[in-house]
């Protein structure tokens, strides 16, 4: 079995490149670039070197000894809570920018929804000194406040997009509107292992040196480079991606992705686009989409903003298919109390998205050897104000 992507850019039925005309040229440019870019010596030595000095890495594997105890395994924790802006996403946006660069692109455009993808784009283009664009949804502008001071304070150029539900999806329409227009100069830094081909590789790439560091990390405190599990929550797909991209293909390792249930998945407000998705065309690929009878996308729903996006990176999409990967919906309330159980055990806040992953581990059956390596996607800064609206109905 092999769930890398193809020479056409699909993994199975899931993924291609479904761009307007005008941005084929742009596309396939990107296509015939992006490995070499990559694999170049160059490339190499300034992305590692910026992980190492810039972001923080590699990001410590934490045995968590009271959490493991309560689920009778062995937990290790990925932090990548503690990297610069708080998150996995750097990982990918020091990456692309350098490709930018290499691709002689001198202007930036990014979407966001929560803002943390915007904010980490904004982050590479003023350490590079590059123009930032960031495409944001007016509702998400107006509730993720914080971020968007961020990103201006960072010298970005906030849009609020005032289209359709003004949220992710039409902020992503934007982008590519804008993309469109300007197909010479500007390079497009997409947030998540989705988009046309190359993205979702070229970002599973860049996330990659997440399970390339499991795997040495895991050698030197258990004296074996594999775990039994892996487990990542998944919004469109990234951190998941680079927590088991050197995995994919060993089949002792069992890889647990948790999606956002919302208020339960039958509930109408859900983002459990794996569970509920039906195949369908977004953002330029062929994935899992959350769409009503019509076609229309539907409105995601999940207390945490990184994950209510309506479709999914197709290289999980397929993993999820081909049931390589069990893909668990874990619902606001088990997010909420997970949150809580990992602060008060280990003291550690984990973002909301990560709190996801761990809402999982009630659902698994481990045994007392068993090594799980859960990913902690980002830190619960951002979400301290939902946190505190629990603990006041707590006390
Ligand atoms: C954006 C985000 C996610 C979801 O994105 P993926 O591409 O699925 O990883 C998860 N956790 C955090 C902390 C995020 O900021």
Redesign the pocket.
């Known amino acids: 079995m092999n769930y890398q992507v193809d020479e056409k850019g699909y993994y199975g039925r899931f993924g291609g490149a479904y761009v307007p005309e005008i941005l084929h040229k742009c596309v396939e440019d990107l296509q015939r670039n992006y490995l070499e870019t990559l694999e170049s010596d160059a490339f190499r030595q300034e992305y590692h070197h910026l992980l190492r000095t810039y972001a923080g890495r590699p990001s410590p594997l934490y045995r968590a000894g009271r959490l493991g105890a309560k689920y009778g395994c062995r937990i290790y924790l990925k932090r ?2 503690l990297n610069h802006t ?4 750097i990982n990918n946006t020091i990456g692309q920018i350098l490709v930018a660069r290499s691709m002689g692109k001198t202007r930036i455009i990014a979407e966001t929804g ?1 803002g ?2 915007g904010v980490a784009t904004a982050t590479v283009c003023a350490l590079m000194n590059m123009p930032c664009v960031v495409y944001m949804g007016q509702t998400d502008v107006e509730r993720q406040q914080p971020n968007v001071r961020k990103m201006r304070m960072l010298g970005a150029d906030v849009v609020p997009v005032r289209s359709g539900n003004m949220t992710l999806k039409d902020a992503t329409n934007e982008a590519i509107r804008d993309w469109c227009c300007h197909p010479s100069d500007t390079f497009y830094i997409i ?3 989705v988009g046309p081909h190359p993205y979702p590789d070229m970002v599973a790439r860049l996330q990659s040196v997440i399970s390339e560091e499991i795997r040495w990390q895991l050698e030197e405190a258990e004296g074996r480079d594999f775990p039994d599990y892996l487990m ?10 680079g927590t088991v991209y050197h995995y994919l293909d060993d089949e002792r390792v069992k890889i647990v992705l948790a999606e956002a249930g919302g208020e339960g998945i039958l509930s109408g407000r859900s983002a459990a686009t794996i569970q509920l998705g039906k195949e369908g065309i977004l953002h330029g690929a062929r994935t899992l989409v959350m769409q009503d009878e019509d076609g229309q996308i539907e409105e995601p729903y999940s207390i ?1 903003a ?2 209510d ?1 309506p479709g999914i ?1 197709p290289l999980h999409a397929n993993l999820a298919e081909t049931k390589r990967a069990t893909v668990l919906a874990v619902n606001d309330r088990e997010a909420l109390s997970a949150a809580f159980e990992l602060t008060r055990l280990e003291g550690i806040i984990p ?1 909301l ?2 709190a996801h992953v761990l809402g999982a581990l009630p659902k698994l059956d481990f045994r007392p050897g068993d090594v799980v390596v859960l990913t902690v ?3 619960g800064d951002k979400d301290m104000e939902t946190y505190l609206k629990e603990l006041i109905i707590e006390n």
């Open positions: 990548e809570d708080g998150a996995h996403k929560a943390q993808h947030g998540s292992t990542a929550c998944v919004g469109g797909g990234s951190n998941a991606a945490s990184g994950l996006y990176g973002a998205e990560s996607s980002g830190r």
